[in-house]
């Protein structure tokens, strides 16, 4: 298993301009998530999935959107890129039977770093 | 807004010591999960805590669970280069404990 794969691994945009980061995963897992890592603050979440066609907002969605349309897929969505977006973002999944005693441990991509100038 | 307050922010200590890492939130949460990252990559999963009390040992690493479910703690004894890394404490949240709240992480030196 390649586990979950995030392209590109580097990206520089010019503000205003658009982009789509990939993420897909091979575990069948039902849970995917979207994180922005920004130099000590941590990792903050900016959208999740429990399942194919549906997603929810995190902390951080603004200027972002995603859709679920496989079990494998999220892609994040970046529409008029600002500098204030420019940081690392990490994709993981985690998989939940639904017993109600689930600790939805997550694995992460190897991330994407973004600058925009 | 939860938040989980991770201390100290940076760690650079001996070869041979120990040390400890602290998180603590004013939250109650369903698991505590403990991760740790090195440059250039994502986070990998060490441990999930979820009973309050619970400890748990991984070789040189334990990682206590506190009472009340809302601190957690992770104890290096005798630090080795090896474990150098970026080390975030992660608390469950959410209806169904789905969902994650990171510290802003403790960056680990160890010189040999």
């Known amino acids: 298993n390649a586990g979950v794969t995030q392209t590109p691994k580097f990206r520089i945009l010019k503000i205003g301009q658009s982009m789509t980061l990939q993420c897909t995963q091979d575990?069948?897992?039902?849970?995917m998530y979207w994180y922005r890592q920004d130099p000590g603050m941590g990792l903050k979440l900016i959208y999740y999935s429990v399942g194919a066609g549906i997603t929810d907002k995190g902390e951080v969605p603004n200027g972002y959107n995603v859709s679920r349309s496989t079990t494998e897929d999220f892609p994040l969505r970046l529409e008029l890129a600002a500098p204030s977006q420019t940081s690392v973002y990490f994709c993981?999944?985690?998989?939940?039977?639904?017993?109600?005693?689930?600790?939805?441990?997550?694995?992460f991509g190897p991330g994407t770093r973004l600058t925009v100038t | 807004t939860q938040l989980l307050e991770q201390s100290p922010q940076f760690l650079s200590i001996q070869e041979g010591e120990n040390l400890t890492v602290y998180c603590n939130s004013s939250s109650v949460f369903s698991s505590l999960q403990w991760y740790r990252q090195e440059p250039g990559e994502g986070p990998v999963l060490l441990v999930t805590v979820v009973t309050g009390g619970e400890v748990k040992k991984l070789k040189r690493l334990t990682f206590q669970f506190g009472d009340a479910r809302k601190d957690s703690s992770l104890h290096i004894t005798a630090a080795q280069p090896g474990d150098t890394g970026l080390y975030l404490c992660?608390?469950?949240?959410?209806?169904?404990?789905?969902?994650?709240?990171f510290g802003a992480g403790t960056i680990l030196r160890v010189k040999s």
């Open positions: 993981a999944s985690s998989y939940a039977r639904g017993t109600g005693t689930e600790t939805y441990e997550q694995y």
């Open positions: 992660a608390g469950g949240i959410g209806e169904y404990g789905n969902k994650l709240v």
């Open positions: 575990m069948n897992h039902n849970y």
